[in-house]
């Protein structure tokens, strides 16, 4: 093998190893990042251009704060939850912290209202006229806040709609 050949398979290991730490690093797992581009310093030190961008991401990495993760076991865990997830905007998120509140409180109208809120927001008319009228059936109040909430605009003019609304 000729010396060029081989000088141009390490680089290719080096690349490999490099954009397998770096993939650690976009997932927001730091620490299993930092230890792989460690260990790539260690390993290909005379590819300086990529080991000096190495240096810079274990610096961010070493900085970064670890996740936190959060123990969800209540009713309460789970609404609050799913409460952020809406405000993140993750929706899909948000429904499953939902429906998993359900499973501790089935009549909780307030679940149900979120629920037709999440899936309204997902196009989902039917799943959300469905969560909306259980919702008004257990709290009339939560027909006047579906009449008057921005993100029932889509169904205000679906008859479906008004029948659930103003059966209350």
Same mark, same amino acid.
């Given at each position: 093998?000729?010396?060029?050949?081989?000088? *141009?398979? @390490?680089? +290719? #290991? !080096?690349? $490999?190893?490099?954009?397998?730490?770096m993939?650690?690093?976009? *997932?927001? @797992?730091? +620490? #299993? !990042?930092? $230890?792989?581009?460690?260990?790539?310093?260690?390993?290909?030190?005379?590819?300086?251009?990529l080991?000096?961008? $190495?240096?810079?991401?274990?610096?961010?990495?070493?900085?970064?704060?670890?996740?936190?993760?959060?123990?969800?076991?209540?009713?309460?865990?789970?609404?609050?939850?799913?409460?952020?997830?809406?405000?993140?905007?993750?929706?899909?998120?948000?429904?499953?912290?939902?429906?998993?509140?359900?499973?501790?409180?089935?009549?909780?109208?307030?679940?149900?209202?979120?629920?037709s809120?999440?899936?309204?927001?997902?196009?989902?008319?039917?799943?959300?006229?469905?969560?909306?009228?259980?919702?008004?059936?257990?709290?009339?109040?939560?027909?006047?806040?579906?009449?008057?909430?921005?993100?029932?605009?889509?169904?205000?003019?679906?008859?479906?709609?008004?029948?659930?609304?103003?059966?209350?």
């Amino acid at each position: 093998m000729s010396e060029q050949k081989q000088k *141009k398979d @390490e680089y +290719q #290991k !080096a690349l $490999a190893a490099f954009g397998q730490a770096m993939k650690d690093f976009h *997932k927001g @797992e730091m +620490q #299993k !990042a930092a $230890a792989g581009l460690k260990s790539f310093v260690e390993k290909y030190a005379e590819e300086r251009e990529l080991v000096d961008r $190495a240096r810079i991401y274990i610096a961010i990495a070493m900085k970064r704060p670890k996740k936190e993760t959060v123990q969800i076991k209540t009713f309460e865990d789970h609404f609050h939850y799913a409460v952020y997830k809406i405000n993140s905007g993750d929706l899909d998120g948000a429904l499953k912290l939902l429906e998993k509140a359900l499973e501790f409180k089935t009549d909780e109208a307030k679940i149900h209202y979120l629920i037709s809120d999440v899936r309204c927001r997902l196009g989902q008319a039917d799943d959300c006229l469905e969560s909306l009228k259980k919702a008004i059936q257990k709290d009339k109040l939560f027909a006047v806040l579906a009449q008057n909430e921005a993100d029932f605009a889509p169904l205000w003019e679906d008859k479906r709609f008004k029948v659930i609304t103003r059966l209350a």
